[in-house]
């Protein structure tokens, strides 16, 4: 945003730089002229002041934008415009003309006027009050550079004619400088005035608390935050302009400057906040006429959903696929956070912190020019405000100090007054720059700070103001020590009184003490009446209900098995004895016989298991559930040769299907747990003792809701369970199942923790050495297994919201 430049520079003439040359000092010539001009200037604002003084207040009943061959303004008021001060400035970025009527307040409907389409493309009324008066600004969006525009102002009776010509870039910067431009608006100097208190602005007042705007696929809301009150009512005087009233509120300064949609694709053009004679009112202005409804939650939070049109939706779709930085959502949703901050000041009023510290950086004079030593600040007030006078530029060498104050005090209509010990030359060179800035940088060079009272500036050593400043805390700390206490007894809805102490305590002067009334749930503060403001109002936005949060998990086990076996078995007798008749004829051995053979029943079912015989070779399978015996041949009575063929098939499926549910509050763990505690016997010195081990399924959790209604989870999840087919001296093994992780969850969405997949795959051979090697026959002397196993676990997690979190101050 850049404000009209009024250039104070020499034209290529040198009347403003100290040389020396014939026909007299330049420097004093100019400055006695400039003293003139400045004199001159100073008594037509006294003049102005007193005629504005002596006004009354008027009402701005209608505002006109006529084209023509130059284009003119017209505004309509209840009475006879004399006495009251209109003054105009341009801004650029989007170029604007603004209109200020001191003393007026704006008696219309609709606030949202259309241009004439050439020069003028909108306009829009608001009033307010800037500590003075109430002020009425007419804001005219224009569709050329406000560089080009110098409106010329004709006030006739009741009637005030703006005309637009447009004018080509003057050729004498100096004259523009010190020619007076109308009558001067507080609004448009670039520095605010302290806003005096009412009693809507007490603490538990009707405010109009937040103001917000958010988009989603179908359908875009504009987000009223109501304290004090639920009445309100909303309105469509027009097809492109929505309003909400809301009676008797007080609209923040916070909240007092436009809410700019025009980033995004939306029928919303933008939204504003001001005061009026009956109340506060959201001014939507739109696009296009469209569908809309409103609602009012249990927070106190009016919600204006407006359709989106077929064809913006297929622009903000486009606008996504092709990467577009205007997007229609916001997918961080962590900036809603930052619109749930609050600023409690000493005296108990809650702001936003944007209206306290809005754009405090590169543009904040305190931050460029360290403190005190840096631009001006307001004694009454805590409020920082960014270089945005009127642009000036300044050539001068070993100027007195003096004479560059007198010459900002011209340009921002600003009394300065300096102290004896302010002294000294400067030698200054800026082109282009805000006043306030120049005023910054020259303090700064000669270390000295100022203080703002009104529209007065004083101008002293930066250690003299903080001298005087010192000595004024400790006056207003002794004032402090004296003042009585008074007692305040705050009971609390949702927040126990224990956990708040600590908070409390920490606002707590020295003579200050609070107590906890456990049974009642009270806090007992005793303090200054000043300090219990703020106590009260930091409990108010601290005793906020709790939201709740259901949490369902899911644990799925699923384990499948399958084996396979296959092996031979060979068994052979020889009996060569006079038992058979195949005795050797010696005296000895008369007789020789191998065992081996395979038992058998004939015509009898058996079931062989290996190891069980002597065997010549055993490579049958292992807990085989089949088998075949075959006899192969055999001399009657002398040899036997028999062989048997195992084998085993296996498969097994099991699923388990865990589901624990537990309700908590936001960020309280809770923990839910079903098992068994298995009992151990441990032996020692003093005898025998039973120890318990726990075999359970337990979910522990901890739930924490943000600001976009999504779940942060902290968990921890077991599953225990005893098995009791691996015993250690008749004591089952424990199976553990454990997953701990932290994680965040949109709303009734299902996540999936994490999982465990495990294969196991085994093969194994036994043969007979060499046997074994023969091609095709070494099949008949070896066996085989095989063994697969499956174990799959999974843990699914689903959150909802039971109970919303509550926005805003109770």
């Keep these: 945003m850049t404000g009209r430049t009024v250039q104070l520079w020499n034209s290529g003439r040198s009347w403003m730089r100290g040389t020396s040359g014939s026909g007299g000092d330049p420097m004093r010539k100019g400055y006695r002229s400039l003293k003139l001009a400045v004199s001159l200037g100073i008594g037509g604002l006294l003049l102005t002041a007193q005629e504005h003084a ?12 006529v084209a023509g061959e130059t284009t003119q303004v017209q505004l309509y008021l209840s009475d006879v415009a004399q006495g009251s001060a209109v003054s105009t400035f341009t801004l650029e970025d989007p170029n604007r003309l603004v209109i200020d009527i001191a003393d ?53 009776g009741a009637q005030v004619t703006i005309a637009l010509p447009i004018v080509e870039a003057s050729e004498d910067p100096v004259g523009d400088a010190l020619e007076p431009e109308g009558e001067w608006s507080p609004s448009a100097s670039g520095l605010g005035s302290r806003e005096l208190s009412g009693p809507d602005r007490l603490v538990g007042g009707k405010t109009v608390s937040t103001l917000d705007f958010k988009v989603h696929s179908d359908n875009h809301q504009v987000v009223v935050g109501l304290s004090g009150t639920n009445d309100y009512t909303v309105s469509q005087p027009s097809d492109n302009l929505i309003v909400v009233d809301v009676p008797g509120a007080f609209v923040p300064q916070s909240l007092r400057r436009p809410l700019d949609t025009g980033e995004f694709i939306s029928p919303v053009r933008m939204v504003r906040a001001y005061k009026t004679a009956t109340g506060a009112r959201v001014a939507i202005s739109l696009r296009r006429n469209v569908k809309w409804k409103h609602a009012i939650t249990g927070a106190g939070l ?49 702001v936003s912190p944007s209206a306290t510290w809005d754009r405090v950086g590169i543009n904040d004079p305190t931050s460029a020019f ?138 707590l002067s020295s003579r200050g003490s609070i107590q906890v009334d456990v049974t009642s749930n009270q806090l007992v503060i005793q303090e200054t009446e000043k ?29 499948s098995n399958a084996a396979q076996a296959m092996g031979v078995q060979w068994g052979s007798e020889v009996d060569a004895t006079t038992r058979t008749g195949y005795g050797t004829g010696l005296f000895f051995p008369s007789g020789v016989g191998v065992g081996g053979a395979i038992g058998r029943t004939m015509g009898t079912q058996e079931y062989y298991q290996a190891g069980t015989d002597a065997l010549m070779v055993d490579m049958g399978a292992e807990a085989a559930n089949s088998g075949v015996a075959f006899s192969l041949g055999s001399i009657p009575g002398l040899v036997d040769l028999d062989a048997r063929l195992s084998a085993l098939e296996t498969d097994g499926f099991g699923k388990v299907i865990s589901q624990p549910r537990i309700t908590t509050l936001d960020n309280k763990v809770a923990r839910i747990a079903q098992g068994q505690r298995i009992p151990f016997l441990s032996t020692s010195a003093g005898g025998t003792n039973v120890q318990f081990i726990e075999a359970e399924l337990s979910l522990q959790v901890t739930p924490h809701i943000t600001t976009d209604d999504k779940i942060f989870l ?73 063994a697969l196993s499956r174990n799959e676990l999974l843990v699914f997690l689903t959150p909802h919201i039971v109970t919303r979190p509550q926005r805003g101050s109770n």
């Design 370 to 507: 360290s403190g005190a030593a840096g631009f001006m600040f307001d004694a009454q007030s805590s409020s920082s405000l960014p270089f945005s006078g009127r642009r000036i530029s300044l050539d001068f060498v070993n100027a007195d100090i003096h004479s560059i104050f007198r010459l900002i005090s011209h340009v921002s209509r600003l009394n300065i007054v300096a102290s004896d010990d302010v002294q000294g030359e400067v030698t200054v060179r800026m082109t282009d720059v805000p006043w306030d800035m120049a005023l910054a940088a020259v303090l700064q060079s000669k270390g000295l700070g100022s203080q703002r009272f009104g529209n007065i500036v004083r101008v002293a050593p930066i250690e003299t103001i903080k001298s005087e400043q010192q000595a004024a805390l400790e006056a207003k700390r002794a004032i402090i020590e004296m003042q009585d206490l008074a007692l305040l007894v705050i009971p609390l809805n949702y927040v126990q009184a224990s956990e708040l102490q600590p908070q409390v305590t920490a606002l």
């Design 531 to 559: 300090r219990l403001v703020q106590i009260r109002e930091l409990i108010r936005y601290l005793d906020r209900q709790t939201p709740q949060v259901l949490i369902e998990a899911r644990i799925v086990e699923a384990n």
């Design 54 to 65: 002596s006004a009354e207040d008027l009402n701005l009943n209608e505002v006109k934008v």
């Design 714 to 786: 902290g968990v921890q999840l077991t599953n225990n369970r005893a098995d009791f087919s691996q015993l250690v001296m008749g004591n089952p093994a424990i199976q553990t199942k454990e997953v701990a992780t932290e994680l965040l969850v949109g709303d009734g969405d299902t996540t999936v923790m994490g999982g465990v997949f495990s294969t196991e795959h085994s093969y194994s051979q036994d043969r007979v050495p060499g046997f074994s090697k023969i091609p095709l026959i070494g099949y008949l002397f070896k066996n085989s297994a095989e």
């Design 104 to 156: 007026t307040t704006a008696n219309m409907e609709v606030t949202a006027v259309e241009g004439d389409g050439v020069l003028v493309d909108r306009a829009e009324v608001v009033s307010f009050d800037d500590g003075t008066g109430l002020t009425t600004r007419i804001t005219l969006y224009l569709n050329r550079s406000a560089s080009e525009v110098q409106p010329q102002v004709v006030t006739d």
């Design 302 to 350: 009016v919600v204006l959903d407006v359709e989106v049109p077929a064809d913006m939706q297929e622009q903000q779709d486009a606008s996504v696929d092709y990467g577009s930085s205007v997007s229609p959502s916001r997918p961080d949703g962590g900036g809603n956070a930052y619109a749930e901050e609050v600023v409690i000041g000493g005296d108990g009023r809650s």
